[in-house]
């Protein structure tokens, strides 16, 4: 089955700054790569995602990569400001038969003003 | 649209008795996932139901854990005789289709004492 890791597992950047959060994922098949946020006590919330045919996708302050070759996948977070603070997880989908999401552990961003 | 909603908010239940968690998904889901997240953890996939049929239970122990959608209500996680071990928040998701991203209800936070 699919394997995501995901580094750093906590990361702490001053306010203005960039933050790069990467996964790697062991399924070749894999081809739906969603990024969710998560502030202290509340739900994931889905912030940006990726499919294979795409290398790159851009929401404003927030980039997603995708190197399918590698495995691997990242998050940008340009110009941080504190309410970006939060536990990020990113995610592969598997799609060998009827698998869920396979979340990896989470990064911990602190975003210091 | 209410989104996916998730009750009780706040579950305590003591060593040996049942806990039912329930959640409604988003409507026009018809794909429901049960999470579970201890602290400090990441996502840890458990269930995933459609309408009447459980489609993975790869991830929720055999003994004391089930997990139903039926064809009029919402889906529920149903715990027996809950030990300590069992205290988390459980996370219910819904996604209209495969390959698409997950909404999150509010979680059900269970304390076991």
């Known amino acids: 089955g699919e394997n995501v890791e995901q580094h750093p597992s906590t990361l702490s950047v001053q306010e203005g700054d960039s933050a790069v959060i990467k996964c790697t994922y062991s399924?070749?098949?894999?081809?739906?790569f969603p990024w969710y946020k998560q502030e202290l006590g509340k739900r994931p919330q889905l912030i940006i995602d990726?499919?294979?045919?795409?290398g790159e996708k851009k929401d404003q302050r927030i980039a997603v990569t995708l190197n399918k070759t590698a495995k691997h996948f990242s998050l940008h977070i340009t110009e941080t400001q504190p309410e970006d603070s939060a536990v990020y997880f990113c995610?592969?989908?598997?799609?060998?038969?009827?698998?869920?999401?396979?979340f990896g552990k989470g990064t911990r961003l602190s975003v210091i003003a | 649209n209410a989104g996916v909603m998730q009750n009780p908010r706040h579950l305590v239940r003591r060593r040996g008795q049942e806990a039912r968690l329930r959640c409604s998904p988003m409507?026009?889901?018809?794909?429901v996932y049960w999470y579970r997240q201890l602290p400090e953890e990441g996502l840890k996939f458990m269930v995933y139901?459609?309408?009447?049929?459980?489609?993975?239970e790869s991830g929720m122990p055999k003994e004391r854990f089930s997990a139903e959608f039926p064809k009029e209500g919402p889906s529920i996680l149903r715990i027996q005789q809950v030990v300590r071990g069992d205290s988390a928040a459980y996370f219910c998701?819904?996604?209209?289709?495969?390959?698409?991203?997950?909404?999150f209800g509010s979680g059900t936070r269970l304390t076991v004492v």
């Open positions: 995610a592969a989908d598997d799609l060998v038969g009827n698998t869920p999401l396979v």
């Open positions: 998701a819904s996604s209209p289709r495969q390959n698409y991203g997950y909404t």
């Open positions: 139901l459609q309408k009447e049929n459980i489609i993975d």
């Open positions: 409507k026009g889901h018809s794909h």
């Open positions: 990726i499919r294979s045919n795409v």
């Open positions: 399924d070749s098949a894999s081809n739906y």
